[in-house]
């Protein structure tokens, strides 16, 4: 089992920036890809940003140019860097990795942005 604990969420003016934090334990000795979703009430859960273990990022187009996703493989830490927020990105947004069979999901985390 893989654990998946997010930090750094919470409440940010239009224009602001706040970076999240997701720290894995457990069995993560055959993790790969890292990556945070985000999701509003009654919608999907969609996609925000990811990265290998080799460091190769995927982004969503609405947050490119605005969101840096990083990781330290040596701390098992994710890190989602979001700049230049919109009130379009209030969301819950849960941290992702996944070994060769499962997926994991963190607890989830709040951002939400003010105009």
């Known amino acids: 089992q893989v654990q998946l604990v997010e930090s750094g969420g919470g409440l940010v003016q239009a224009g602001g920036s706040l970076r999240l934090s997701c720290a894995a334990s457990?069995?993560?000795?055959?993790?790969?890809?890292m990556g945070w979703y985000r999701q509003a009430p009654g919608k999907q859960r969609e996609l925000v940003a990811t990265i290998t273990t080799g460091g190769t990022t995927s982004y969503a187009d609405s947050v490119k140019g605005r969101f840096t996703i990083s990781r330290d493989n040596a701390k098992n830490t994710v890190y989602l860097q979001m700049n230049s927020l919109k009130p379009e990105d209030t969301d819950v947004y849960y941290c992702?990795?996944?070994?060769?069979?499962?997926?994991?999901w963190g607890q989830g985390t709040q951002v939400t942005v003010s105009s």
């Open positions: 992702y990795t996944r070994s060769p069979y499962t997926a994991y």
């Open positions: 457990g069995s993560i000795f055959n993790i790969g890809v």
